[in-house]
């Protein structure tokens, strides 16, 4: 059973201020929760020989060691959930790729335990039928926990790509789905965000939406007619304009295509639509989502298919990472610059009078690479950012005297309305 984190966190209240932007309005707050940081990754390991064993072959390497998602996962109406955070094998050298925060403390942070187990993750890709590199995760509504497992290891595609879905509540694993080849770019590919699809009234799953940031597509998988198939345009493409990152002064270069996808809830009842971007690109991309179900569009896997459909919604003027829809149809996204967290209504034009900082924070929130809006023991929705200065360990490299890796939260109503944090 997943251990718990005992979270140490405060409430800040937040002063609501309105500055008319060249790039947005602003909701300006001091602070969201803090819930997890740490100056590296805090590892455990089945015993003191297997973590020497891994340091002496090189398959342990803390500099590598970078988290890039959290999501969090409410059992049952308890408070305190189980938090979980991926660490992507850019490299060798990250001994596991999906972990969960545990209660212990040390002295870097909180331990880390592999999550489903250390065996799942321990042949960094020898093995196909556990886990080779994770980039993000998203648990659905009924309790289960999906895991897009890219298959390669600095573009060596060690095994096919795939998903698994794994009910939280024992453990098991209720779903597999592994990449047919013509799918992906063996050696460019690196799927990195899964967007599930839930029917509206049960927990069935009607589609599976997977980013693949390199390879510049994303693959669809209708789960009940056991079909896939992939979107490719210059839409899903990265722009020349957005190839540097600058953040906290620090430039590096990413030239990633679609990383993030999010759906319009079912709740609004207006036509649904899948809404996409590049990480290194300002626009912000919408397709109806009936478009993006129908097989019979995209048999040819032709650039131009249905590119009449695609629409280019408006531009930010800054890279955005992760993504994440509230259950009103609030699209929030974690900035690059500056950093923040800025959140558009999806029932308005995106514009630059739309858009809407809700908090910035160039210490905390520095490449935010993982945004969750989850339910609480409540019932209430809360918004969960993961940030790790990936400037730093893309250029000169982590201070590990400094805190490197944050989690924070705050309830979306609160951060929305600019009332307190809880």
């Known amino acids: 059973m997943v251990q718990h984190l005992i979270t140490f966190s405060f409430c800040v209240c937040f002063c609501l201020r309105f500055l008319l932007a060249s790039s947005a309005q602003h909701v300006q707050a001091q602070a969201l929760d803090s819930v997890y940081q740490a100056y590296n990754l805090e590892l455990a390991f089945p015993s003191d020989l297997e973590r020497d064993r891994v340091l002496r072959e090189g398959l342990y390497d803390p500099a590598n060691v970078i988290p890039i998602d959290v999501d969090v996962y409410y059992k049952h109406g308890d408070p ?4 979980f955070l991926t660490i992507p094998r850019f490299a060798k050298g990250v001994p596991y790729s999906l972990a969960y925060v545990t209660n212990e403390m040390k002295p870097n942070g909180t331990l880390l335990q592999a999550y489903p187990s250390y065996e799942w993750h321990k042949t960094h890709g020898a093995d196909c039928n556990g886990l080779t590199s994770v980039y993000r995760t ?18 060596v595609q060690l095994c096919a790509p795939q998903l698994y879905a794994i009910d939280l509540e024992n453990g098991q694993v209720v779903h597999q789905y592994r990449m047919p080849k013509r799918l992906y770019k ?4 690196r799927f990195v965000s899964p967007t599930i699809e839930l029917d509206s009234h049960n927990c069935d799953v009607g589609f599976v939406y997977m980013a693949d940031s390199i390879g510049d597509g994303i693959v669809v998988y209708d789960v009940a007619a056991q079909q896939s198939w992939r979107i490719e345009n210059k839409y899903t493409y990265p722009h020349p304009d957005f190839g540097t990152f600058t953040i ?9 295509g679609t990383v993030s ?9 207006v036509k649904r639509m899948m809404y996409f971007h590049s990480l290194s690109s300002d626009w912000q991309m919408a ?9 019979s569009n995209w048999k040819l896997n032709d650039v131009s298919a249905a590119l009449d459909q695609f629409v280019v919604l408006g531009k930010r003027g800054s890279q955005c990472v ?26 308005t034009p995106y514009t630059h009078q739309n858009l809407v900082m809700l908090i ?16 609480n023991h409540e019932g209430k929705e809360e918004l969960w950012a993961l940030s790790n200065r990936l400037q730093k360990a893309f250029g000169a490299g982590l201070n590990f005297k400094e805190i490197n890796f944050r989690i924070q939260k705050c309830g979306v109503q609160e951060l929305l309305s600019g009332g307190p944090c809880y």
Do not use: Y
């Open 248 to 256: 906290s002064g620090d430039s590096f270069q990413l030239w990633d």
């Open 322 to 347: 992760a993504a994440a829809m509230s259950e009103t149809g609030m699209l929030l996204c974690g900035l690059v610059k500056p950093a923040s967290i800025l959140a558009w209504n999806t029932q």
């Open 261 to 269: 996808t999010t759906l319009t809830p079912h709740a609004l009842g």
């Open 138 to 155: 998203q648990i659905d509504d009924c309790g289960r926990l999906w895991i897009l497992d890219s298959g390669e290891i600095d573009f």
């Open 80 to 83: 305190t959930p189980s938090i």
């Open 186 to 189: 063996e050696g460019v590919s």
């Open 360 to 375: 910035e924070d160039e210490e905390r929130l520095q490449f935010t690479s993982g945004l969750k809006i989850v339910r």
């Open 287 to 295: 397709i109806p989502l009936d478009v993006v179900n129908n097989a």
